[in-house]
């Protein structure tokens, strides 16, 4: 028996698990029949160039490539996807296999394993269009896109979509068979993660375009973390990509147990930067979680808006808050002539902080030390300070406090702040990890502060944060916080290696500890490969890269793009996708030809529905009423016609793509709305929990939350994709 006959073909696998199936018993006998019977199972392909009415061919098990007008091509230059059951696929494709595809094609990227490309050389160019709203159960009908699937004839309509399905892909009828026997704990079917082939008429009339576009609807997993209920950025798993390895930085790394040390990389340069320019914004300083100080504020509107928070809060003067003596943002601005040439200070002093609490009466936490570090590493302050309520856990394992140490202490909050309102001045930049702790702690606001964890970014993206100690480890080989979890951190220590990190960054530049340290904008990777007809990559001779999206897109990943076209609707996108493609005709802007890769977003279909692809604001955009249930979801008479207008969209920048273009359409997410109605009440339960009583909670989080969130983060990261050349 062959390699191949080792593994049962899917369609076995799920005629194994049809709980309607009284014929398949488990024992030798069936076991043996599956096993002769694979000798006459041949593999099939599947063209994925043109669409859904691609012919359909078995050839001894070879490849077999249909070409323009279903004839067969035996050798030709002509590029064509193809996708074959010998892939073998074990899970669902990622975003980033997408982004290999983009990268297999244009520039030095591997072979994807996931399907077949035949001459990429041929590819010219890349079109990716991110489709956030677009979803699984559009296509299945249980999300319903016509007024008639939601009347009687609902089930006659389902029915009748199955049973072209079933017409349509072998692999893809037994779908519904198997969701039955996987309730009843059957094993994984790889109908969850193979492609489901389009036809015509299985899909509702919006989405009936994208059959004749697309061979095939293929499941693509949104990059996250189930284990944590975490998903990452859609966007930045297209459009950063990872830095290619030698094989020595390979087996380096191989060899290193633990945290991996940071790596600059073969094309690395630093840039020296002053620390100014790493001083958390407002917004950034609010989506942390900081109590804002009142110079941050301009308008006095805003002013008023903050202080009535602060008086809902608790975080006023009145209540023992204060702020530093700062009126204006611009009294901490300083002259070039009085700054030291090529210092990374700029003339500020840059003070590193970091605090220690317990818990004390009520569930609240106090300060029970402070300590201050300089630029040059000396300790300016290191105190222990009494809480005035008694203390019920002194959190030693973690803060190093002991009943002991505070015995004959005597300093108290109201102490140490009128001290730190005469050290900060509005020439200071505190330093410090997750410094909204601190601060709260020490019931003070100051504008300029430098935050490693907002600066240093977590490797899996936001919201997620990296902590101290693996900073210190990755940045600064540096092995701190030994105590924890026995005899607790040592504070001045801390302080130091947040002051070493702020200055590693200021030395290597602001790319350092971002994502772009370990990897790349996609255009830039791009530019290093010639364009044809060049000899040389770089700026003038590399592939060049478009980002067409709403808004001003030359910000962030758009930061290395050659050409950015912001636009204002989805009609606009279409607009600026062409001109991208094929250039302006005047070549005023984009150069006749356009560029290489192009990177583009429609946006109305996720407006629509209320998703958001910024995980960190989803409270404000999926949190709709104050009773907590998500927003309700539009009708079928609304979703509908958005949904045949995007599926339009798609269709028009089809039509004027040129030949030998690769496209690529992915929704990036499932639904995330549940996900981060859960969020939010997680985290609204931490916030409470830190401070009040089981019985005062206004949410509580129990197990079942914990498994709906696990449920609904596994729904949100079920996303889909299509691909073609043309």
């Given at each position: 028996?062959g390699?191949n ?6 369609a ?9 199936n009284e ?12 096993v002769r ?5 041949e593999?099939k392909t599947?063209?994925l ?5 691609a012919n359909?061919?078995q050839?001894?098990?070879d ?6 007008q ?5 050798k ?5 996807l193809t996708?074959s059951?010998l892939?073998?696929l074990?899970s ?6 997408l982004q ?15 399907i ?18 677009l979803?699984?159960g559009?296509f ?5 896109l016509?007024?008639h699937?939601q009347?009687?004839g609902?089930?006659s309509?389902?029915?009748h979509?199955k049973?072209?399905e079933?017409?349509?892909?072998p692999?893809?009828?037994n779908?519904a068979?198997?969701k039955d026997a996987?309730s ?6 790889p109908?969850?993660y193979?492609?489901?082939?389009l036809a ?8 009936k375009?994208?059959?004749?576009m697309f ?12 284990k944590l209920?975490k998903i ?8 950063t990509?990872p830095i290619?390895k ?7 790394e191989w060899?290193?147990k633990?945290?991996?040390?940071a ?9 020296r930067t002053?620390?100014?320019q790493?001083?958390?914004s ?9 109590t804002?100080?009142p110079?941050?504020f301009?308008e006095?509107?805003?002013k ?15 209540a023992?808050?204060?702020?530093t003596?700062?009126d204006?943002?611009?009294d901490?601005?300083i002259?070039?002539k ?10 500020r ?5 970091d605090c220690?609490?317990?818990?004390v009466d009520?569930g ?6 402070v300590?201050i570090?300089g630029?040059?590493g000396?300790?300016v302050?290191d105190?222990?300070v ?5 203390i019920v856990d ?8 002991t009943?002991e140490?505070?015995?004959?202490v ?6 140490i ?7 900060f ?11 909204n702790?601190?601060l709260?702690?020490?019931?003070l606001t ?6 490693t ?6 490797p899996?993206?936001p919201?997620m944060?990296?902590a101290?100690?693996?900073l ?5 080989g540096?092995?701190?916080q ?14 130091r ?6 200055k ?5 530049g602001?790319?350092?500890?971002t994502s ?10 791009l530019?290093?490969?010639?364009r044809?007809g ?6 003038i ?10 808004g ?24 600026g996708?062409?001109r ?13 030809g ?7 977003r429609l946006?109305?279909l ?7 692809t910024?995980?960190?604001n989803?409270?404000e ?17 609304a ?8 599926v ?6 089809r039509?004027?793509?040129?030949p030998?273009t690769l496209l690529?359409v992915y ?12 969020q ?5 339960f ?12 206004s ?8 498994q709906?969130?696990?449920?609904a ?8 994709g299509?691909?073609s050349i043309?």
């Open positions: 028996m390699k006959s080792k593994k049962r073909k899917h076995l696998f799920a005629q194994d698990n049809d709980p309607e014929s398949s018993p488990i024992g030798v006998a069936s076991t043996l029949a599956h019977a694979l000798e006459n199972v593999p599947e063209d160039k043109t669409g859904g009415d359909q061919e050839h001894k098990g490849w077999i490539v249909v070409g323009k279903g004839k067969r091509q035996k030709s230059t002509f590029p064509a996708y059951m892939h073998n074990q669902s494709i990622k975003v980033a296999d290999d595809l983009v990268l297999y094609c244009l520039a030095d990227g591997v072979s994807p394993q996931w077949s490309v035949k001459e990429r050389s041929s590819v010219k160019k890349a079109v990716v269009l991110f489709v956030p709203g979803e699984n559009m299945d009908g249980s999300i319903p016509e007024e699937s009347e009687t609902q089930g309509h389902r029915a979509e049973a072209d079933k017409t349509a892909s692999v893809a009828s779908v068979n198997h996987r009843r704990n059957a094993p994984f079917s109908d969850d193979m492609p489901v082939q015509v008429n299985s899909l509702p009339t919006p989405l375009p994208l059959a004749t061979a095939h609807r293929w499941p693509v997993k949104a990059p996250g973390d189930d209920s990452h950025s859609p966007l930045h798993a297209m459009l990509a290619p030698s094989q020595e930085e390979k087996r380096q060899r290193i633990g945290v991996k040390p790596r600059k990389g073969q094309h690395w340069e630093n840039i002053p620390i100014t790493f001083v958390a407002k917004e950034e300083l609010e989506e942390n979680e900081y804002i100080h110079a941050l301009v006095q509107e805003e008023e808006r903050e202080n009535l928070r602060r008086q809902a809060t608790e975080k006023t003067n009145e023992g808050w204060v702020d003596l700062v204006r943002v611009e901490g601005e002259q070039d009085d700054i030291q040439q090529g210092s990374v200070t700029a003339g002093s840059v003070l590193a902080i220690e609490m317990c818990k009520d609240e936490t106090a300060l029970t030390r300590s570090v630029w040059d000396e300790v302050m105190e222990l009494k809480p005035e309520k008694p002194y959190l030693t394992p973690y803060s190093g406090i009943a140490k505070l015995e004959t005597s300093t108290t909050l109201d102490e702040q009128k001290r730190l309102l005469e050290l001045t509005s020439h200071t930049i505190i330093v410090g990890h997750s410094t702790s601190d709260t702690a020490l019931k100051h504008p300029f502060i430098v935050d964890s907002i600066i240093y970014h977590h899996r993206g919201p944060k990296s101290l100690k693996w210190a480890q990755k940045y600064l540096r092995e701190i030994k105590g924890h979890g026995t005899h607790g951190h040592d504070s001045v220590e801390d302080a290696a947040c002051l070493d990190l702020v590693m960054k200021c030395e290597r602001p790319r350092w500890g772009e340290a370990i990897g790349e904008p996609i255009f830039k990777r530019l290093r490969s010639a044809a060049t000899s040389s990559a770089g700026t001779n590399g592939k060049r890269g478009a980002i067409v999206d709403r001003t897109p030359q910000k962030n990943f758009g930061a290395m793009a050659s050409f950015c076209i912001g636009c204002n609707t989805d009609s606009e996108v279409v607009d996708v062409k991208a493609v094929l250039g302006d005709p005047d070549g005023s802007s984009i150069p006749g356009g560029v290489e890769f192009t990177w583009a946006r109305d996720e407006n629509l529905r209320g998703w958001s910024d995980h960190r989803l409270s955009s999926v949190i709709a009423s104050e009773s907590g249930e998500p927003k309700e979801a539009p009708s079928s008479a979703l509908g016609p958005t949904v045949m207008q995007t339009h969209h798609i269709q028009a920048i039509e004027f793509l040129p030998c690529i929704s990036g997410t499932g639904d995330p709305r549940e996900m981060g109605r859960l939010e009440m997680q985290r609204q931490k916030r409470e929990y830190a401070v009040k009583k089981w019985d005062e909670l949410v509580k989080w129990t197990d079942d939350e914990e709906a969130l696990k449920r983060c596994r729904v949100a990261r079920q996303g889909m299509f691909v043309l």
